[in-house]
């Protein structure tokens, strides 16, 4: 069973900085896009940031120069590192990636269960 788990998210004071780790398992061919999303309360999911097989990135402007995201292919693994953290930044963070579990050319979405990250002022 194919799954993305993620881990790091907690509470942090404005100005602190948390690391967030997504890791996924299952029969993995391959791993194409990874990226994290977060939804703060009554408002709709965006992206925060992206990172291709090939590790290029993008941002979403409101996080540029404070959130880095990296991967280990190895371990099949995303990680966001976020510094500076502003009470703007409060929301559910969710992983995300396109998976590809076979020699077939279908790639399928996956999303993991989200993590709580609360920043307070």
């Known amino acids: 069973q194919v799954q993305l788990v993620e881990s790091g998210g907690g509470l942090v004071q404005t100005g602190g900085s948390l690391r967030l780790s997504c890791a996924a398992s299952g029969s993995i061919l391959s791993i194409n896009t990874m990226g994290w999303y977060r939804q703060a309360p009554g408002k709709q999911r965006e992206l925060v940031a992206s990172?291709?097989?090939?590790?290029?990135?993008n941002y979403a402007d409101s996080v540029k120069g404070r959130f880095t995201i990296s991967r280990d292919n190895a371990k099949n693994t995303v990680y966001l590192q976020m510094n500076s953290l502003k009470p703007e930044d409060t929301a559910v963070y969710y992983c995300?990636?396109?998976?590809?579990?076979?020699?077939?050319?279908?790639?399928?979405?996956?999303w993991g269960q989200g993590t709580q990250v609360t920043v307070s002022s």
């Open positions: 995300n990636a396109d998976l590809k579990l076979s020699l077939l050319p279908i790639v399928r979405n996956y």
């Open positions: 990172i291709t097989s090939g590790k290029s990135t």
